[in-house]
């Protein structure tokens, strides 16, 4: 079966412009959540989705969006992107999000310059 | 207080020994909790889950939970130098009435031939 898959696997921004991440869950999983994960502050929860809605919203600015779709593979952006964007973009795909496991993508490395 | 608490180590043992890792949470309606190992320059990867109070044993693996005192621990049995890498504890956290999945900042584990 296959796994959580991430595009694309590294990016070089320049500040101020946009990305886009994208993120395809297990089969059959409807939830995703993105999370953040920088040496100082760890993984850091982002958002969660699911069944196309966000259920939850982590303490991030604005900047940061994100949606699902209806074959519930997911898309984050980050617009105005800023040094200290610069991180590790993981997301998760589990069946429904709540009490349940949770697997990741090999995430997106992003540098922003 | 932070939602989930780990010791950031590292935590050396020598080839063979246990390692025990240690967590604490904040949320005492937390019901699901998880351990993930994350090698350096990969994702994290899920190694246990555990719901109820008590041991769960799997192969070396051993998740320990007592939900009265808010705690989890994951035990190694046997150490190897392949089992080097960082152990993160997860707990899905009420928030907003959703749950969210919420990560210690992880232990460093060092196992030395």
């Known amino acids: 079966k296959a796994g959580v898959t991430q595009t694309p696997r590294y990016l070089i921004k320049t500040r101020g412009q946009q990305v886009t991440l994208s993120c395809s869950p297990i089969?059959?999983?409807?939830?995703v959540s993105w999370y953040q994960q920088t040496p100082g502050q760890g993984l850091q929860f982002l958002f969660e989705?699911?069944?196309?809605?966000?259920?939850n919203k982590g303490n991030f600015p604005g900047r940061f969006s994100g949606r699902q779709f209806s074959n519930s593979r997911s898309e984050m952006n980050v617009s105005t992107l800023e040094l200290g964007d610069s991180a590790l973009y993981l997301c998760?795909?589990?069946?429904?999000?709540?009490?349940?496991?949770?697997?990741f993508g090999q995430g997106t490395r992003l540098t922003v310059v | 207080q932070k939602e989930v608490e780990q010791n950031s180590g590292p935590l050396s043992v020598p080839e063979g020994a246990i390692a025990s890792l240690n967590c604490t949470y904040s949320?005492?309606?937390?019901?699901?909790f998880f351990w993930y190992r994350q090698y350096s320059g990969k994702s994290p990867e899920l190694i246990m889950s555990?719901?109820?109070?008590g041991d769960k044993e799997d192969g070396r693996f051993t998740a320990q939970l007592n939900k009265a005192s808010q705690y989890v621990s994951l035990l190694i049995r046997d150490s190897q130098p392949s089992d080097s890498a960082t152990y993160l504890c997860?707990?899905?956290?009420?928030?907003?009435?959703?749950?969210?999945?919420?990560f210690g900042t992880g232990t460093r584990l060092l196992v030395s031939p």
């Open positions: 949320d005492r309606g937390s019901q699901s």
């Open positions: 555990i719901y109820s109070n």
């Open positions: 089969s059959g999983h409807r939830s």
């Open positions: 997860a707990v899905y956290i009420m928030n907003t009435g959703f749950q969210k999945l919420v």
């Open positions: 998760a795909s589990s069946l429904q999000g709540t009490n349940t496991e949770a697997f």
């Open positions: 989705y699911f069944s196309e809605t966000q259920r």
